[in-house]
């Protein structure tokens, strides 16, 4: 925010917590999205940066939809709609599992469209990093987790 006040008068703190979740969403945005146009060129079809976030946060082994909604704090309906799609693409799989709950895996696919996503993050790296100590990727995500960690611990005193 560029002001102090609002058009009304009332006063704005400034905040760096502000700051930092703005400048760490448009990085998040601007990355997401360079990657998966990248990826589309390489001829992964459909592959929007909504989807590359939802696969992202999956494990390479099986998967459960009440616990992919749960890390992503939407419903398990979202879920499922978005799994159906993904299945429909190619990057997922689902397979009987014990009880009611379907697993979900990666398709060979979705493999190999995860490790390329990867190569391409590490491209990314050479770029982001190129005129700092080496050591400061390491120090920035230690003081996020830090951070994190603060937040969560605040949340529930």
Do not use: W
Request: aromatic letters at 6%.
């Amino acid at each position: 925010m560029s002001t102090r006040f609002t058009q009304r008068g009332v006063p704005l703190v400034e905040s760096q917590s502000l700051q930092l979740i703005q400048s760490a969403q448009r990085l998040n945005d601007v990355i997401t999205k360079y990657l998966s146009q990248r990826l589309l060129e390489k001829g992964y079809a459909s592959l929007t940066p909504s989807l590359l976030s939802f696969l992202s946060v999956l494990e390479c082994g099986v998967n459960h939809g009440s616990e992919i909604a749960r890390n992503l704090d939407v419903t398990r309906q979202m879920v499922a709609k978005t799994v159906k799609q993904l299945c429909q693409l190619g990057y997922l799989e689902q397979i009987d599992g014990a009880g009611k709950q379907k697993e979900i895996h990666f398709t060979e696919t979705g493999e190999y469209l995860m490790s390329d996503a990867r190569k391409l993050l590490a491209e990314m790296d050479k770029i982001l990093f190129r005129d700092i100590d080496v050591r400061a990727p390491q120090v920035i995500i230690d003081e996020l987790n830090t951070m994190v960690c603060a937040v969560n611990d605040r949340r529930y005193t």
